[in-house]
């Protein structure tokens, strides 16, 4: 039993990225697909795809990685509200990651979204990562 699935995405995204592999695969949920889909929006991954075999499905994520140097377009993951502690966050104080060249995942009212998204919207929520 896994207690923090958003957790185990993460870790799996950044082990999967220090050895170097190209794709990682990653039981499903609706939130990781949703956070799937803002990585990808955001260029941070180069594709993705919902596999929907079995009970729960599958999500393959093609990690993304620059072409001559080979570093990867994720440096860091870190995963910000925790079942034990949850982290919220309003308009006014929505957090800035690396003053704006990262970016934060919110889980909003209205969806999964970046925090400069959730700025435009005028809505707060749980921060879930910060991506950089």
């Known amino acids: 039993m896994n207690t923090d699935p958003i957790a185990d995405y993460l870790t799996r ?22 956070i ?23 999500i393959k994520i093609a990690l993304k990685y620059h072409p001559i140097s080979k570093i990867p377009a994720i440096r860091t993951l870190t995963r910000v509200s925790k079942p034990g502690l949850r982290k919220y966050a309003g308009v006014e104080n929505m957090p800035r990651v690396l003053n704006g060249l990262g970016i934060a995942v919110l889980s909003t009212s209205k969806g999964v979204m970046t925090d400069k998204e959730a700025r435009l919207q005028n809505v707060g929520g749980e921060v879930l990562c910060y991506v950089y």
Do not use: C, M, W
Not at 13 to 19: M, P, S
């Open 36 to 58: 799937t889909k803002v990585l990808f929006d955001k260029g941070y991954i180069a594709n993705y795809k919902f596999d929907e075999n079995g009970p729960q499905g599958s």
């Open 13 to 34: 995204v950044r082990n999967a990225i220090k050895a170097n592999h190209r794709v990682v695969e990653i039981p499903a949920s609706n939130l990781k697909k949703e």
